[in-house]
Nanobody
Framework: QVQLVESGGGSVQAGDSLRLSCLAS????????MGWFRQAPGKERAFVAA????????SYADSVKGRFTISRNNAKNTAYLQMNSLKPEDTAVYYC?????????????????WGQGTQVTVSS
């Protein structure tokens, strides 16, 4: 099992940028695919982005393509989500997640370790 702790959330204006970080501990002797999800008020948790174990491959939800970038630094056991050109509809609690098998995925059920979430609020 791996423990995940997100940080970097906050309140910003539309058009601003934020970088979320996800620090992993526990099962870190080998890198595993990681992802970011978000849950807006009154909505289900939704996929945002995912990255393969060494960062070679990434995938994004259509709503964030071109604005968000997922990356990782395995030496620091940390994944990142750089969010640019933020919009009010990006307001949500953002969760970091990790898989215990290799390969990219975008389904909530494909990830078995989750962080506690960090709030991102974008005002117009």
């Amino acid at each position: 099992q791996v423990q995940l702790v997100e940080s970097g959330g906050g309140s910003v204006q539309a058009g601003d940028s934020l970088r979320l970080s996800c620090l992993a501990s526990g099962r870190t002797s080998s890198a595993y695919p990681m992802g970011w999800f978000r849950q807006a008020p009154g909505k289900e948790r939704a996929f945002v982005a995912a990255i393969s174990r060494y960062g070679t491959f990434t995938s994004y939800a259509d709503s964030v393509k071109g604005r968000f970038t997922i990356s990782r630094n395995n030496a620091k056991n940390t994944a990142y989500l750089q969010m640019n050109s933020l919009k009010p509809e990006d307001t949500a609690v953002y969760y970091c997640a990790s898989r215990s098998v290799y390969g990219l995925a975008d389904g909530e059920a494909d990830f078995d370790s989750w962080g506690q979430g960090t709030q991102v609020t974008v005002s117009s």
